[in-house]
T-cell receptor, first 115, second 112 residues
Framework: AQSVTQPDIHITVSEGASLELRCNYSYGATPYLFWYVQSPGQGLQLLLKYFSGDTLVQGIKGFEAEFKRSQSSFNLRKPSVHWSDAAEYFCAVGPSAGGSYIPTFGRGTSLIVHP | DTGVSQNPRHKITKRGQNVTFRCDPISEHNRLYWYRQTLGQGPEFLTYFQNEAQLEKSRLLSDRFSAERPKGSFSTLEIQRTEQGDSAMYLC??????????FGQGTRLTVV
């Protein structure tokens, strides 16, 4: 069964500092991978996605993520964090051809930004 | 593309009452998903439709829960005899085949 692990429940950074949020996945086939962001009381907004090809993918709001098959990881990065980036971040795997049709989410990482 | 729409946004109900939520997916998205999200957790899968067919249901979906997607368009999620443990955010998402899922704003259910 597919699964996603986000080892950090909370991450605190200062505004302007760089950010890396960790995501590890378990999947039997070639994974489709996603990062979503959620503000309080809102739905999930897609930040970026990886289907195939270049392992470094660019997303909205200046975020990027790198797929590393050897480490089963898909970490999210941003070079300089803004106060408005404070939110909950979710990594997800699936759906994909040959695998589960159901996107599976990690438990999320809460990003706190200090001024 | 108006996005995924969910109604109502908030619902407060007394324990034991029935509630129904509606989801309007992005037009021409043939896949529709329902998730439940509790505080501090990621979305947990409840059920999945491809067009009008309900193809998969989670163990979380007890017999008090039922979902429909008539004619492969909008979907409803009904909870009968609500319990306090049903209090959560209920999220709907839709997608085309093997692409990213787009989420609605969710329905926040509070059972008192």
């Amino acid at each position: 069964a597919q699964s996603v692990t986000q080892p950090d429940i909370h991450i605190t950074v200062s505004e302007g500092a760089s950010l890396e949020l960790r995501c590890n996945y378990s999947y039997g086939a070639t994974p489709y991978l996603f990062w979503y962001v959620q503000s309080p009381g809102q739905g999930l907004q897609l930040l970026l996605k990886y289907f195939s090809g270049d392992t470094l993918v660019q997303g909205i709001k200046g975020f990027e993520a790198e797929f590393k098959r050897s480490q089963s990881s898909f970490n999210l990065r941003k070079p300089s964090v803004h106060w408005s980036d404070a939110a909950e971040y979710f990594c997800a795997v699936g759906p994909s051809a040959g695998g589960s049709y159901i996107p599976t989410f990690g438990r999320g990482t809460s990003l706190i930004v200090h001024p | 593309d108006t996005g995924v729409s969910q109604n109502p946004r908030h619902k407060i109900t007394k324990r034991g009452q029935n509630v129904t939520f509606r989801c309007d997916p992005i037009s021409e998205h043939n896949r529709l998903y329902w998730y439940r999200q509790t505080l501090g957790q990621g979305p947990e899968f409840l059920t999945y439709f491809q067009n009008e067919a309900q193809l998969e249901k989670s163990r979380l979906l007890s017999d008090r829960f039922s979902a429909e997607r008539p004619k492969g368009s909008f979907s409803t999620l009904e909870i009968q005899r609500t319990e306090q443990g049903d209090s959560a955010m209920y999220l709907c998402a839709s997608s085309r085949r093997n692409t990213e899922a787009f989420f609605g704003q969710g329905t926040r259910l509070t059972v008192v």
